[in-house]
């Protein structure tokens, strides 16, 4: 196949800016000016640039054809999955075999970032002697087989690398996902994952499922507000609280379903990758080796299974270790200052000191918070994690901790120790309503703020060095560098490991928490879950497309650990939901299992029972994903037999050799 057909498909436009300095370019001798080799080498290996002068910086724009995207795949050796059923190491002479995205294009916004990460910092002086560049009149040298890029970023010539918004599709993005007024969550889930990539959009599709089953239960709380069951009240509360049981089991079983169908659609691997003995022998969990190979790298059996053991064995001790620090943490540091917080505002008469408590409070768990993620980010980069999503994963559970110390440790003094319902009921609407709200507030306002300062700062710069031209206005001309003038998406404890999708995370976690654990308390909460979670689809988008630049894409095919703390805060769902409901019958504190009491108590095992039997009710993957995963995992094992039969001698040519000896 020669690949006319991929080259039909329509070029991309220009998808990463370069930021650079600003300089007066002046050839002196024989020196070379650095950013005039870049430009060079840049267009050498077939990308077209484009050079934009700004106020402060210079910004370069790059694109690349597709045929010059396949050959740095072709060099990654990156797997695709192709019509056979078996996924290959792409090669541009066999484009035709390899399976199209959904919006039709050969390579995802995920594969093409890590193409165009190649082709930039792939950039190497392959001359037989080094090369003396010109850099603020001085001499820098670019030694042999040296990224030309690194070396730039090191002496600040190069500022930053990022993605660039591509304006047709970022209005066609704004009509179908902010603008659509028909569709509340109906919007086509594969024009997000074209363009920012696997994780965000499988983000949008969670949010959008979620938005559409808290319909249930927010016209399930409106009922039981407003009817009056006469002499069945008593059984109000429970119902409720067993039916949005069931509904989070139910919704949390299909979406897995529906996250199964979803990286199936978009011809996701998802096969386990190889633990983390291959990562620390140097091994390749894509690549495919004999049981001989594998004993020739690693020695004999007895020196295998040591290194194995060891290193497993070290990686569980120093997880542990850096977890019980993390909780000893909280309950030293974090959990009085809860409980002193919680006593403090149950005291207090006034309402404007409760009001200075509350800010002073504020301030200060903010800080708790920060310095508590910071500890965490520098304890797991000494675990042994196989990649960055365990990391990730890693730092969700330890800060998450920290959250779930903060947000509900007084609600938790309230409701069980006080068993004062009115304080908890203020407290579940600040939380929810005030808190929330003003976080929605400030979470989309900043990125326009801190947008807004990087701007007047340029734009007084400018006319601070035009202060002989009068008083002339100063506009920016280039759509690239109010791009760059935005914020990044980065999460609130550091870019580390995580990106925005934390705080977004973390917000619908905390939303959910709280109106599940005090369900019996305050049912109305699952009406402003409803309607702030239909906004979040749109606001979240908004955000995205007009705020933030666009981000790096990142492959999580999941939600990561997000799914497994979900699991857990349906858990204490169950077992707060039945204490509340133990210490509203029990109005006398006598605690004695009388008939109501001793069913409050089966009903909790009941739904314990419940939670974790019904993934045997409701499978995970659905049928016609499995039965194209087996049925692609037989075309692999068939292709795998076959090649190892050709790289044994044929029983013939093993018969003439024996009758020449």
């Known amino acids: 196949m020669n690949g006319n057909e991929g080259e039909e498909e329509e070029q991309p436009g220009f998808e990463i800016g370069l930021v650079v300095r600003n300089r007066i370019l002046k050839q002196e001798d024989d020196n070379v000016d650095c950013i005039e080799v870049l430009l060079k080498e840049l267009t050498h290996v077939g990308f077209t640039v484009v050079k934009v002068r700004g106020f402060t910086d210079g910004f370069i724009k790059l694109s690349a054809t597709l045929e010059r995207l396949g050959q740095a795949a072709a060099d990654l ?15 541009w002479e066999d484009v035709n075999a390899f399976v199209r995205q959904p919006d039709g294009k050969l390579f995802s916004w995920c594969e093409r970032f890590r193409c165009y990460q190649h082709m930039l910092y792939g950039i190497r002086n392959r001359r037989q002697s080094d090369i003396i560049l010109k850099l603020d009149g001085r001499e820098l040298v670019w030694k042999i087989q040296e990224p030309l890029l690194k070396t730039l970023e090191f002496e600040g010539m190069v500022k930053h690398v990022f993605p660039l918004h591509d304006e047709v599709k970022r209005k066609k993005l704004l009509r179908s996902w902010v603008l659509n007024k028909r569709n509340f969550t109906n919007q086509d889930i594969d024009d997000m994952y074209s363009y920012f990539g696997l994780k965000i959009a499988i983000y949008f599709a969670f949010l959008r499922m979620y938005a559409r089953w808290t319909v249930f239960p927010a016209l399930l709380a409106v009922t039981v507000q407003l009817v009056n069951f006469g002499s069945m009240q008593f059984l109000v509360l429970p119902v409720f609280f067993t039916s949005t049981t069931l509904w989070a089991v139910l919704f949390f079983q299909f979406w897995k379903r529906k996250n199964y169908s979803l990286i199936s659609r978009w011809q996701i691997n998802c096969s386990v990758t190889a633990g983390q003995g291959y990562k620390f022998l140097g091994m390749e969990c894509t690549s495919i080796k004999t049981r001989l190979e594998l004993l020739k790298a690693m020695g004999d059996r007895n020196r ?17 270790r850096n977890n019980a620090l993390i909780i000893l943490g909280i309950v030293c540091l974090q959990l009085p200052f809860e409980l002193a917080y919680a ?35 520098r304890l797991i980069k000494y675990e042994n994690n196989e990649n960055s999503q365990f990391q990730a994963d890693s730092l969700v559970y330890k800060v998450f901790g920290l959250y779930f110390m903060q947000s509900y440790i007084g609600v938790f003094y309230h409701a069980l120790l006080h068993r004062n319902f009115t304080t908890l ?9 005030i808190f929330q709200v003003l976080e929605n507030v400030l979470e989309h306002s900043l990125p326009y703020i801190k947008y807004s300062i990087k701007k007047y700062r340029d734009v007084r710069n400018k006319k601070h060095r035009r202060s002989g031209s009068g008083n002339k206005k100063v506009h920016f001309h280039s759509k690239v560098e109010k791009e760059y003038l935005k914020p990044s998406y980065n999460a609130s404890i550091g870019d580390e490991l995580e990106d925005g999708l934390f705080d977004d995370y973390l917000q619908l976690a905390l939303q959910f928490g709280m109106i599940m654990m005090f369900a019996c308390a305050f049912p109305l909460a699952f009406v402003f879950a409803a309607v702030n979670s239909f906004t979040e689809v749109r606001t979240d988008a908004l955000k995205l497309l007009t705020m933030f630049r666009r981000p790096v894409p990142r ?7 997000w799914i497994n703390i979900y699991q857990f805060l349906i858990v204490m769902s169950i077992c707060t939901n039945s204490v509340l409901l133990v210490c509203m019958y029990d109005q006398e504190r006598k605690w004695q299992i009388e008939p109501g009491l001793a069913g409050i108590l089966i009903m909790e095992h009941v739904l ?10 409701v499978p995970e993957e659905p049928a016609w994903v499995r039965a194209r995963r087996v049925w692609n995992a037989e075309q692999v ?25």
């Open 304 to 320: 295998e299974k040591a290194v194995y053991q060891r290193y497993e064995w070290f990686g569980h001790l120093v997880r542990f």
């Open 637 to 661: 094992q068939d292709a795998c037999a076959k090649q190892l039969l050709k790289s044994f001698p044929s029983r013939e040519k093993n018969s003439e050799e024996k009758k020449l000896e």
């Open 608 to 617: 314990l029972l419940i939670k974790f039997g019904f993934s045997q009710f």
């Open 343 to 377: 006593h403090l505002y149950e005291v207090l008469k006034s309402d404007i000191t409760k009001f200075a408590l509350t800010a002073c409070y504020i301030i200060l768990i903010q800080y708790f918070t920060k310095l508590g993620a910071r500890v965490s980010v």
């Open 77 to 91: 050796q990156l797997r695709k999955p192709t019509y056979i059923g078996i996924d290959l190491p792409f090669q």
């Open 425 to 433: 009921r203020q407290l579940l609407i600040q939380r929810l309503i």
């Open 555 to 561: 492959a999580a095919a999941t939600i990561g650990a």
